[in-house]
């Protein structure tokens, strides 16, 4: 019997109908019931299959951050430019976003150290409307780069995101020639610019700064893509690849660095700026 | 033979009379000119101010009419001595994107944009004007060597979007895109980029990160289609035309959030209806952008262009 089963089967209410929404998570690799407490404990990593789960901006940085840092101030931007509208207001869709987070938007910089190693990082949160990138992601992406300017210190990127920011139509467009300013001043700078490419990191921000770092990271079975699988399909009418747009084929195809385990993530990050040593730069 | 739009079919309808009373009126001793001019002139009434109020779904389909002026189109009318250069080094070429050295009304410069092709098989040799990996790493060869020379880069954008593709994902589409997009960013020299068609997404933005952007005044420029805006945000492809209204995709609403610089006009009736007209239109303001240009520092240029993507949203 696995150490799942028995926890399982230890509790009154085995039944998951009967437990707490909380209390137990389901795999989306491997559909195992997962005791809530011990997956969080294990990173958000199924301990079955291996499948990394999707996670928040505040465990992501306190799994790569050392205890004591710093979240940096979310800038303000514009709200609904367009005063967008679809089946629902824009601003309405924000609000509910915001109900279920801690955060004004989906990209949260914070900065502090890795293992003794100064380093801001910045977090895309794909639990806030998919992650996707509008004037906020777009001006917290250039906050996390300019606080890393001003500390001379390596940038550290983790994606996410279904892509661009519909509701805010071009404006959401313009924030990759936007972030991309800021990820030549880093290079300009000699700074290292580290993205972490979590699960999924797609469209627009795959097409800017999460395919400019130095090195890129990529989290194991991540989807990381510029055009949609469905779109694909609708396209070139083909079958599409085993593995297609997953980390372990994006690596194989000469687009990632490394697939790195959650668990090794933290350790991988600070032997790399060890290596990419801001004072080295020229 | 002009193919008319959906929305175009009075005009149609006048334009078809008129021609019936004119092919009727040769040989024939009947004077029926008066009755022609009278008709003439209430089509091109019509047409003005048919086009004065397109909506956004209208532009779009004049965006992508099918006799729309492409790049082959402008190279002809208003670039002299065209070398086209291929190839991105490591790949393939693509001619999606199409790239050389150009000279506009004698200033030489790199022009680079897409072509859409204007029959079957120029489409499918130009892929519907949809850039793959390898166009995208030619425009950053091309852009890397006017910088070196001293070139201006002039880029006319007109693509759907990048190709979506298996092939396309595995050489890195993303990282190609990401790339240029760097590479216009890097330049030490001028950079004007003219929306002329339809600018779609990341695979427009690419070509298009300059510190000057100009935009036909029925071209239109988004992050996503409408048809695509619209299958995820209301489910379906048929609210387009709300998608289209709701992006804010058109010349003039882009000036207004200040995404565009300029307006360049089309002829009554659209760019197709006088290519020329418009060809000549655009190159006229491209000209007077770059020379605008041309007396800044390579770090004025950069800085203006940095400074004209930070200040948007
Ligand atoms: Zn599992």
């Known amino acids: ?282 | 033979m002009i193919s008319y739009l959906e929305f175009e079919k009075p005009v149609a309808a006048l334009e078809a009379r008129i021609a019936e009373l004119r092919a009727a009126s040769e040989g024939d001793d009947v004077d029926i000119s008066a009755e022609i001019k009278r008709l003439e002139a209430k089509s091109a009434e019509l047409l003005a101010s048919t086009y004065a109020s397109l909506t956004p779904w209208q532009k779009t389909q004049v965006a992508r009419h099918p006799m729309r002026p492409h790049f082959k189109d402008y190279v002809e009318e208003i670039f002299d001595d065209f070398v086209p250069l291929g190839g991105d080094r490591y790949f393939g070429e693509d001619e999606a994107i199409i790239g050389g050295l150009a000279t506009l009304d004698g200033r030489k410069v790199m022009l680079i944009g897409h072509e859409k092709g204007h029959d079957t098989q120029s489409r499918i040799r130009h892929n519907f004007g949809m850039g793959k990996p390898e166009g995208y790493r030619k425009a950053v060869r091309l852009m890397e060597m006017a910088g070196r020379f001293g070139l201006p880069v002039v880029t006319l954008v007109d693509t759907s979007g990048a190709f979506p593709g298996i092939e396309a994902e595995e050489r890195g589409q993303a990282e190609a895109i990401a790339r240029s997009t760097e590479a216009c960013l890097a330049l030490p020299t001028p950079m004007v980029a003219a929306i002329v068609g339809e600018g779609g997404s990341g695979g427009a933005v690419a070509l298009a990160s300059a510190e000057r952007v100009l935009m036909l005044e029925h071209a239109v420029y988004s992050v996503i289609s409408p048809e695509g805006c619209a299958s995820i945000l209301w489910r379906t492809g048929e609210k387009a035309p709300l998608a289209a209204e709701a992006m804010k995709m058109t010349a003039h609403d882009l000036l207004e959030l200040g995404v565009i610089d300029r307006i360049v006009e089309e002829p009554a009736g659209g760019a197709h209806r006088d290519r020329r007209e418009t060809a000549l239109a655009l190159g006229a303001a491209i000209a007077q952008e770059l020379d605008a240009l041309n007396k800044k520092s390579s770090a004025a240029l950069r800085k203006m262009r940095e400074d004209r993507f930070l200040k948007i949203g």
């Open chain 1, 1 to 282: 019997m696995s150490w799942l089963s028995r926890v399982r089967n230890a509790l009154p209410f085995g039944n998951k109908r009967e437990s707490p929404d909380n209390l137990w998570v389901k795999c989306p690799g491997c559909g195992e019931m997962l005791f809530t407490q011990e997956y969080e404990a294990n990173l958000s990593v199924c301990p079955r299959c291996g499948h990394h789960g999707r996670i928040g901006a505040d465990p992501r940085l306190a799994q790569i951050l050392d205890e004591g840092f710093k979240l940096l101030p979310a800038p303000k931007v514009k709200e609904d430019p367009l005063k967008f509208r679809d089946s629902k207001r824009y601003t309405d869709r924000l609000k509910a976003a915001r109900a279920n987070s801690a955060h004004p938007d989906a990209f949260t910089a914070a900065s502090g150290h890795i293992e003794g190693r100064k380093a801001v990082v910045g977090v895309q949160d794909f639990g806030f409307m998919g992650g996707s990138m509008g004037m906020a992601v777009g001006a917290a992406f250039c906050a996390g780069a300019e606080k890393a300017l001003a500390e001379k210190c390596a940038y550290i990127v983790v994606t996410a995101a279904g892509g661009a920011r519909m509701q805010e139509g071009i404006l959401s467009l313009m924030q990759m020639p936007k972030a991309t300013v800021m990820t030549r001043r880093l290079k300009e700078a000699g700074l290292p610019y580290i993205v972490v490419l979590a699960d999924p990191t797609t469209g627009g921000v795959t097409a800017s700064y999460a395919m400019l770092g130095d090195i890129h990271i990529a989290e194991p079975g991540a989807l990381i893509a510029f055009a949609g699988q469905r779109v694909i399909q609708e396209t070139i009418r083909e079958k599409l690849p085993e593995g297609f747009q997953r980390a372990e084929y994006l690596h194989q195809h000469g687009m990632v660095d490394m697939v790195v385990e959650r668990k090794d993530l933290r350790q991988t990050l600070a032997t790399l700026l060890d290596y990419l040593s801001p004072a080295k730069a020229a």
